[in-house]
């Protein structure tokens, strides 16, 4: 039912000493794996799926790509921002999440293999613009996944749920004037990266297709919770999508001071029930979740494992 997708090229993207993105969140995310006995159903891909590069063109401009790929030719610096630390490899890691979720995708969507994914990998993705690198993200890889998902057969609503610390300005901005792709987001405001306000709603065909829950720093459980209880189900049922995606972010967990929200791992656990409930009601319990945020390890690794007992149907 659920498979679980990493890629050592992960390890690669060298974002500097003392960065919060850093290799170590992989490790405490497969801590995660482990705590809950769940280790058996990883995956190490390591070919890129064949739609990888085609999908990122999708996305995102040949011109951003290029760029990309020559900056991170020119050894560790600072790619657009200070928030954007580059190595050698950094291209090479973006482009392998973005090819690993596919490969995810094809598994659940396309073969039939498998009900649910959960893709550990790096960098994240959900802040980066068409043509711009931000807040550790370089390759929007939820994006590349839902224009992958487009293409098939019978999928044409598709959910996105971010409930990452951090609005996905990206994410929202490459989807905001379009009506087969529902994006909604949970997260702190106003807080980084200034996006996100409630009357964010989408334009032109796209309006009434973006929803934003903005919360007030420390708030913690009740207001989540509530808010997918009490707004979010309804909305995905309405909605009736064929393909549900998450931009899994644990960065409000409450250990985590980069995030500062006081959410606790049970809470995420929780909240991944109801939307594989969705989800078995609407697109035959398949969805597909992205590691984003998270950056404190105890935190992280404690939040997979509630989120992985419930995309497993515990």
């Known amino acids: 039912m659920l498979n ?4 050592a090229l992960s390890y690669r993207h060298d974002t500097g000493f003392g960065h919060p993105e850093s290799a170590r969140r992989i490790d405490a995310a497969l801590d ?6 769940l280790r058996s159903l990883i995956l190490a891909d390591s070919a890129l799926h064949p739609d990888t590069e085609r999908m ?4 995102h401009s040949a011109d951003y790509e ?17 928030d954007n630390p580059i190595s050698p ?12 979720s ?22 994240p993705g959900h802040h980066a613009e068409r043509v711009e690198a931000m807040g550790f993200c370089f390759f929007n890889t939820i994006a590349c996944v839902a224009e992958w998902l487009r293409e098939l057969p019978g999928i044409e609503r598709i959910f996105i749920f971010d409930f990452d610390v951090h609005h996905g300005n990206g994410t929202q901005h490459l989807f905001e004037e379009r009506d087969d792709v529902f994006y909604a987001s949970i997260h702190r405001y106003p807080f980084y990266p200034g996006s996100g306000a409630a009357d964010q709603i989408g334009r032109g065909y796209g309006r009434g297709f973006t929803r934003n829950y903005p919360m007030e720093a420390g708030l913690g459980d009740a207001p989540y919770l509530r808010t997918v209880e009490d707004d979010l189900v309804r909305i995905i049922d309405d909605y009736r999508p064929q393909a549900i995606l998450l931009s899994a972010g644990f960065d409000a967990h409450r250990r985590d001071r980069l995030g500062g929200m006081g959410v606790t791992e049970k809470a995420f656990g ?45």
């Open 32 to 37: 995660g794996v482990g705590r809950v006995g």
């Open 66 to 82: 290029e760029e990309l790929d020559e900056a991170c030719q020119g050894g560790f610096q600072f790619f657009h921002s200070l």
């Open 89 to 100: 490899s950094s291209s090479a890691a973006a482009r392998a999440a973005v090819g690993t």
């Open 102 to 123: 596919l490969s995810a995708a094809d598994e659940i969507w396309r073969l039939g293999g498998s009900k649910r994914a959960f893709i550990i990998a790096r960098p």
């Open 270 to 314: 929780t909240i991944t029930r109801r939307i594989v409930e969705c989800a078995e009601r609407h697109c035959e319990g398949r969805v597909l979740s992205l590691l984003e945020g998270g950056y404190d390890m105890e935190g992280l690794a404690a939040s997979v494992a509630e989120h992985l007992n419930a995309m497993n149907g515990g």
């Open 56 to 59: 990122i063109a999708r996305v």
């Open 4 to 7: 679980i997708y990493t890629n």
